[in-house]
């Protein structure tokens, strides 16, 4: 099984998303809270873009201790200086400085032509290597830039110093197919690539973040990147709580494992969603409520008679009590009387049926049955005798 390490950047890429902002305790709550979920790389902020970023990733890599704690750079000599100042006292001060290489960035963004933006990356690699013990490079638009390019450019940061090498999908513009065969062309055209370990970041523009990340997982990642709850810059990051689950349950195919304490994982979404105020959508993979519900008949029926026929993941693997069962207009009259017990209804065999049959009439009107409603049924169906 290969090792896969789980970088989170809820608190840099995650707090880039519109309309959050953490203050320093938040952002030292959540901290700590990805240190219990273990998480081998906290990303704490961007230590040069304010005081108050710089501040929050100071004190969180002297806090931190079982992670390694790091902050992002621009490749410019003042952000690594900053950087580093954040750091230094860190557990394993580490360093993810970045530059973009795609056509689109170099001219329009930063009006440097290939050679230039190749030797701004090389010139501040070296500058950083000297001052942190690792160093992630990241490409910025990676899956946008030519693949000679960016195997020249990868091979010089390589040469350099970096120890990390990140091929970001900045703008969630590629498919899985196409991620994988990028990570082949840098393994087979970039003569030093054996000497550092490839990591994937993947943003979710086209709902492909997962998906994606795992398909540079099948290619030679043995890093992934993402936030909490999937939050970041616009259609947000890979959800760390699915990448991990997906190469928890899928070992069989993935064949790698990660250090998550995956039953931390319900609690760790909440609290992110609780101090950013995104909301996790109902139907969101593992977290979100409905995540282990089951409402139809026929799904409940399943669930009670073996668990494993609609449930893939048991929800106390990710921290959460049990699954729900909830009664409405699809549910059978399985799940109606095994509620009906879990309630301490008993209900004599006989007038199952007769219950049964006002259930649906009341469901048919409602949303979702409530506990009350069983309970009225019920009473009902007794004063009426
Ligand atoms: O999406 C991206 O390209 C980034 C880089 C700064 C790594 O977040
Ligand atoms: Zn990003």
């Not at 991620?179 to 393994?187: D, S």
């Not at 195919?253 to 909440?270: D, F, G, N, P, V």
Request: glycine share 6%; charged share 25%.
């Amino acid at each position: 099984m290969r090792q896969i390490k789980i970088f989170d950047t809820t608190l840099r890429d995650g707090e880039q998303s519109a309309g959050v902002n953490l203050n320093f305790s938040e952002k030292m709550e959540i901290a700590k809270q990805l240190e219990r979920l273990n998480v081998d790389i906290i990303e704490a902020g961007f230590p040069a873009a304010s005081k108050g970023d710089f501040f929050s990733v100071q004190q969180i890599a002297q806090t931190i201790r079982n992670s390694s704690v790091t902050g992002l750079a621009r490749s410019v000599y003042s952000d690594i200086d900053a950087a580093w100042e954040a750091l230094k006292d860190g557990a394993e001060p580490r360093l993810h400085v970045f530059i973009a290489t795609s056509p689109i960035h170099r001219e329009f963004k930063l009006k440097q032509s290939k050679e230039q933006v190749i030797e701004t990356a090389v010139e501040c690699v070296k500058y950083a290597a000297k001052k942190f013990p690792i160093v992630q490079w990241s490409a910025e638009d990676a899956c946008r830039t030519e693949l000679p390019y960016l195997a020249a450019i990868i091979e010089e940061v390589i040469q350099a110093g970096a120890h990390v090498i990140n091929i970001p999908d900045t703008v969630g513009y590629i498919s899985p197919k196409e991620y994988g065969e990028i990570f082949q062309y840098l393994k087979n055209n970039v003569p030093s690539i054996d000497k550092v370990a490839l990591s994937t970041h993947c943003h979710d523009d086209l709902g492909m973040a997962i998906a994606n990340s795992l398909a540079a997982v099948e290619n030679g990642a043995t890093q992934v990147e993402g936030t909490i709850n999937g939050i970041g810059e616009r259609a947000g990051n890979a959800a760390l709580e699915e990448l991990a689950v997906a190469l928890h349950i899928r070992k069989d195919h993935y064949q790698a494992k990660t250090r998550l304490h995956l039953k931390e994982i319900s609690r760790t979404s909440s609290l992110v969603s609780k101090l950013t105020g995104m909301v996790v959508p109902a139907n969101k993979a593992i977290v979100g409520r409905n995540a282990f519900a089951h409402e139809s008949g026929i799904h409940q029926d399943g669930v009670l008679k073996e668990v494993t026929t609609y449930e893939i993941i048991s929800p106390d693997l990710v921290g959460f009590h049990s699954n729900s069962m909830v009664l409405g207009k699809h549910s059978g009259r399985h799940a109606f009387r095994n509620r009906l017990n879990e309630l301490g209804l008993s209900v004599p065999d006989e007038d199952i049926n007769q219950l049964f049959v006002v259930f649906k009439d009341l469901a048919d009107k409602k949303k979702e049955m409530t506990d009350d409603d069983l309970a009225a049924i019920v009473l009902e169906e007794k004063l009426s005798k």
